[in-house]
């Protein structure tokens, strides 16, 4: 699949979250919540570092956001954009959330549950499954990853 002119948008707006992220000393990770019609709704960053929740990741702060602002926690139609590829438990909130379509960045090649070494929201014995298209701005979401881990090492 290849990404619509608003996904690269949403995209644009998750690197800059993930940015902000990083200087806060969050894993550098931002998402993006767009209505069936493009819109953004939510957004979200890494945020486990600055509220001490290991629940803080990105996705579920986009996807808490955006169930607040449909006033339901389904979500369905809408697309997450973030700009790594979900854990399991982002993945799990995917799914939980009814979200459409996920749009992503850097494969995260230890951790991911969208198609690298877990591929939890497209797995046929559960109940819903979600479009994905990977990949998207993916040397800008590895190139902040990558400077934000040189960093502490």
């Known amino acids: 699949m ?9 995209m644009d707006r998750a690197l800059a979250l993930a940015a902000a992220a990083g200087e806060t000393g969050d894993v550098p990770v931002g998402a993006v919540v767009m209505d069936a019609q493009g819109a953004v709704i939510a957004e979200g960053r ?7 929740d ?21 979500l369905e139609g809408c697309t997450l954009v973030v700009t790594l590829e979900p854990c399991v ?5 995917v799914l939980q959330s009814r979200v459409s379509r996920l749009v992503f960045g850097a494969w995260d090649e230890k951790a991911g549950a ?10 046929r014995r559960l ?7 990977a990949g998207v701005r993916a040397d800008a979401a590895s190139a ?6 040189d960093a502490r090492r």
């Open 2 to 10: 290849q990404p619509a002119p608003a996904d690269l948008a949403a």
């Open 46 to 52: 890494n945020l486990r570092e600055l509220e001490h």
């Open 54 to 74: 290991p629940t803080a990741h990105a996705e579920v702060v986009a996807l808490r956001a955006a169930a607040a602002a449909r006033g339901s926690w389904n």
């Open 89 to 93: 438990m982002c993945a799990g909130a």
């Open 114 to 123: 969208a198609g690298s070494v877990y591929d939890v929201v497209r797995d």
């Open 127 to 133: 109940p819903y499954r979600a479009e994905v298209v």
């Open 144 to 149: 902040l990853l990558r400077a934000f881990f």
